[in-house]
């Protein structure tokens, strides 16, 4: 908790709200309480283990198998609870779902936490694949809104140029974990927009092409200095200013 609170101090994120979040974590089982050599600590649950992995994957374009030109389909039971049909849709387009009406989305690819999601809040679905015959941007087109999208892109690749150049002319570590942590943080926002879409199902000279390239090159000259920081607030008197 106290390298946490280190941590999230550089950012700006007082104690409290850390001590709050990982208690609503521990509740959500996303984290379990642990003792470690240096008292009570928390880690991650399998769960937790595998939405990181997850993301992570997504987020650096890492392991991701090229589109097979299968589309994954969900049609939705009826959900007569409001709340539920929110978390429900929220879970969805966060999986990499979006809807093509209200009770059926779908993906590009298929996401192995959907049952867990469906499971959790009670809701049955049927699932199936369908290759689509024709031109594929234009159900892209009608699931996603690529003009917004592109605009997304383009405004977060301005605000993420200005970002990145605070981190040089030799920054601290502790200035360069500020500015990774915000770019990495605005970047992954698009997880809930965009599900990865291939190349095959986007207009030609795509805005999010250059954006990737830009945080792929930026995330990693800043990894370096970053990962010392926080090696550095998880030392027990770890030096917040270092």
């Not at 928390?42 to 769960?47: A, N």
């Not at 374009?61 to 929110?86: F, K, M, N």
Request: net charge neutral.
């Amino acid at each position: 908790m106290a390298a946490l609170v280190r941590l999230m101090g550089a950012l700006d994120i007082a104690a409290p709200a850390v001590r709050t979040a990982i208690s609503r974590m521990v509740r959500q089982r996303w984290l379990a309480p642990v003792k470690t050599t240096t008292g009570p600590g928390y880690q991650l649950t399998p769960r937790a283990e595998h939405r990181l992995t997850d993301a992570a994957a997504r987020i650096y374009r890492s392991g991701i198998a090229p589109w097979d030109g299968r589309w994954h389909l969900l049609v939705l039971a009826h959900v007569p609870v409001r709340a539920t049909r929110e978390r429900v849709r929220t879970g969805l387009s966060y999986l990499g779902y979006a809807p093509l009406r209200d009770d059926t989305w779908v993906s590009p690819r298929s996401s192995t936490e959907v049952d867990a999601l469906l499971t959790a809040e009670g809701v049955h679905a049927h699932r199936f694949q369908a290759v689509h015959e024709g031109e594929a941007i234009g159900l892209t087109a009608t699931a996603w809104d690529l003009d917004a999208l592109a605009d997304a892109y383009a405004c977060w690749l301005e605000g993420a140029r200005v970002l990145a150049a605070q981190a040089s002319d030799r920054p601290t570590d502790r200035d360069v974990f500020v500015v990774r942590s915000i770019l990495v943080h605005e970047w992954r926002k698009f997880l809930f927009r965009d599900p990865g879409l291939p190349s095959e199902l986007l207009p030609k000279r795509w805005p999010g092409h250059q954006a990737a390239a830009f945080f792929d090159s930026e995330a990693s000259r800043l990894l370096p200095a970053a990962g010392r920081y926080v090696d550095a607030c998880l030392q027990p008197n770890g030096d917040r200013d270092e």
